[in-house]
Nanobody, 125 residues
């Protein structure tokens, strides 16, 4: 089992920044990937960014390229999502997820078998 716990969400004004953190624990193994997804109010959950635990591969959705940065700290078993230049449309519950089975990095939610509880990010205009 893998446990994921997000933190760092909150209320921020448009143009501001937040850094989300995801603590990873449990039976992690092999070359796995970590992803961030978000679910705006009344909408479906969608992919934001992902990173191979090795750091060798990173993927972003177009909406956040140039504004968000995903990274990981192997020593601390944490994954981060640095979010800059936030917009009201970034308002969502943000989820950390782990993909322990896919060989390649991808945005498909079904690839990620482990999920955190989510953290709320609210961007005011």
């Amino acid at each position: 089992q893998v446990q994921l716990v997000e933190s760092g969400g909150g209320l921020v004004q448009a143009g501001g920044s937040l850094r989300l953190s995801c603590a990873v624990s449990g039976r992690t193994f092999g070359s796995y990937a970590m992803g961030w997804f978000r679910q705006p109010p009344g909408k479906e959950r969608k992919f934001v960014a992902a990173i191979k635990w090795s750091g060798a591969s990173i993927l972003y959705v177009d909406d956040v390229k140039g504004r968000f940065t995903i990274s990981r700290d192997a020593a601390k078993n944490r994954v981060y999502l640095q979010m800059n230049s936030l917009k009201p449309e970034d308002t969502a519950v943000y989820y950390c997820a782990a993909d322990m089975s896919s060989k390649s990095l991808g945005p498909r939610e079904s690839n990620y078998g482990y999920w955190g509880q989510g953290t709320q990010v609210t961007v005011s205009s």
